[in-house]
């Protein structure tokens, strides 16, 4: 069953005061438009509608409208809203937004299921899973390894709905840990015993989600090599000493392992100022397979080749193992392709028939798209364009 938006609605966000898109479950939607229009914010506004803080991982504050006005003096409250088909075939009002504490505290984000407050993003990746590339992911193989684990993690979200609670569980357990360590002369050894050893739990649990999504995809990218030959090849694979560990030992000793390391090393971690054994030091590796060369040594086009053959093998094997197409949020892809590649490209989006959101200054390169919704982006406003208007020059 294909998940699909059917409605988008956007109130002060970004540079949207209100938006509404109806976008009728179209399987292909392009937005064109002028740089600065708004068409990221638009794919933005889609990508917190799953787990995490966006295509841009920005602040809650920083995506507010500037423009916009809120009540009573305070600052307005943003919020994007959808009504779409989920994963399960399931009618579904969504929405997340911008709250504020009544006695002033800080920002927190809500989450709403059918106009009812939810808690917790594992909520969003029960219904509904993105991946995204953008102009910004092209030095992604240049970046630290945290880039790198971030596109990763986003990946595992649509195959392993509890990723995202052992993702959030372990990061807050680490900053408990580290508060201890570094704010306490004499720390309590029973707390950090317990943290360390909830650190430990969710550790394997998060090492071996990845691995897991690793091994199946390395699994469909190899499919998808044999069916094309204009993008790059990738080989893929997870650098983690806790998914190592688990290639040899059961996860409870992988665990008692982990917890007796962070034991082990609270003084060092301690005089360091950070934790130095667990997945948050594991690096997701890409090479182009023909080549046998690391990512980071191939050329741009090749990197940017590397991860669209990524996204498309995992949307693939979302598709026959999941039986759903994740949304694909691809911002100004197609201008950097030559014309086989694009071809190639949007070949493939046809034939896995998910929901792909596209963004591009110049609409006569998404043509081939003949069934597209296609929207004009300007002055925060969206226009959708007639279909028999399509292609022709200035309009």
């Known amino acids: 069953m294909p998940l699909s938006l059917q409605k988008v609605s956007l109130t002060n966000f970004r540079n949207y005061e209100a938006l509404r898109l109806d976008v009728g479950g179209a399987r292909q939607i392009v937005l064109s438009g002028a740089n600065g229009a708004g068409k990221t914010n638009i794919l933005e506004a889609v990508s917190l509608l799953t787990p995490g803080k966006g295509l841009r991982g920005a602040e809650l504050d920083d995506l507010t409208c500037r423009s916009a006005v809120g009540a009573a003096g305070h600052p307005p409250l943003w919020a994007v809203a959808a009504e779409?088909?989920?994963?399960?075939?399931?009618?579904?009002?969504?929405?997340?937004?911008?709250?504020?504490?009544?006695?002033?505290?800080?920002?927190?984000?809500?989450?709403?299921?059918?106009?009812?407050?939810?808690?917790?993003?594992?909520?969003?990746?029960?219904?509904?899973?993105?991946?995204?590339?953008?102009?910004?992911m092209d030095r992604l193989f240049l970046e630290g390894a945290a880039a790198r684990r971030k596109?990763?993690?986003?990946?595992?979200?649509?195959?392993?709905?509890?990723?995202?609670?052992?993702?959030?569980?372990?990061?807050?357990?680490?900053?408990?840990?580290?508060?201890?360590?570094?704010?306490?002369?004499?720390?309590?050894?029973?707390?950090?015993?317990?943290?360390?050893?909830?650190?430990?739990?969710?550790?394997?649990?998060?090492?071996?989600?990845?691995?897991?999504?690793?091994?199946?995809?390395?699994?469909?990218?190899a499919v998808l090599a044999a069916q094309q030959s204009l993008f790059p090849a990738p080989n893929v694979q997870l650098l983690c000493p806790v998914a190592l560990a688990l290639e040899t030992v059961p996860a409870l000793e992988a665990e008692q392992q982990l917890a007796e390391n962070l034991r082990r090393n609270r003084a060092a971690d301690a005089a360091a100022g950070r934790t130095s054994a667990g997945t948050?030091?594991?690096?997701?590796?890409?090479?182009?397979?023909?080549?046998?060369?690391?990512?980071?040594?191939?050329?741009?086009?090749?990197?940017?080749?590397?991860?669209?053959?990524?996204?498309?093998?995992?949307?693939?094997?979302?598709?026959?193992?999941?039986?759903?197409?994740?949304?694909?949020?691809?911002?100004?892809?197609?201008?950097?392709?030559?014309?086989?590649?694009?071809?190639q490209l949007f070949g493939h989006l046809q034939v896995l028939g998910g929901q792909v959101w596209l963004t591009g200054t110049d609409v006569a390169l998404f043509d081939a798209l003949g069934d597209a919704a296609v929207f004009d982006i300007d002055s925060a406003q969206a226009v959708q364009r007639p279909r028999s208007l399509r292609g022709v020059a200035g309009l």
């Open 84 to 136: 779409l088909e989920s994963a399960a075939g399931l009618p579904l009002r969504l929405g997340t937004g911008l709250d504020r504490a009544r006695d002033g505290g800080a920002s927190r984000r809500v989450i709403r299921l059918d106009g009812k407050e939810v808690k917790g993003q594992r909520h969003l990746s029960e219904h509904v899973a993105a991946v995204w590339l953008t102009p910004q």
């Open 151 to 221: 596109f990763l993690d986003r990946l595992v979200f649509a195959y392993a709905p509890d990723h995202v609670t052992h993702l959030n569980r372990y990061d807050k357990s680490l900053r408990e840990r580290m508060r201890v360590l570094t704010d306490n002369r004499t720390p309590d050894p029973r707390w950090l015993d317990t943290l360390e050893n909830q650190i430990a739990g969710d550790a394997v649990s998060i090492a071996a989600a990845r691995a897991h999504l690793v091994v199946r995809l390395s699994y469909h990218l």
């Open 280 to 343: 948050h030091r594991a690096d997701f590796s890409v090479r182009y397979a023909a080549k046998d060369m690391p990512a980071d040594q191939c050329s741009t086009g090749e990197q940017k080749g590397l991860l669209l053959s990524i996204v498309l093998g995992h949307a693939r094997m979302i598709q026959a193992e999941k039986g759903f197409v994740p949304l694909l949020l691809l911002d100004e892809v197609a201008a950097h392709l030559d014309d086989a590649r694009r071809a």
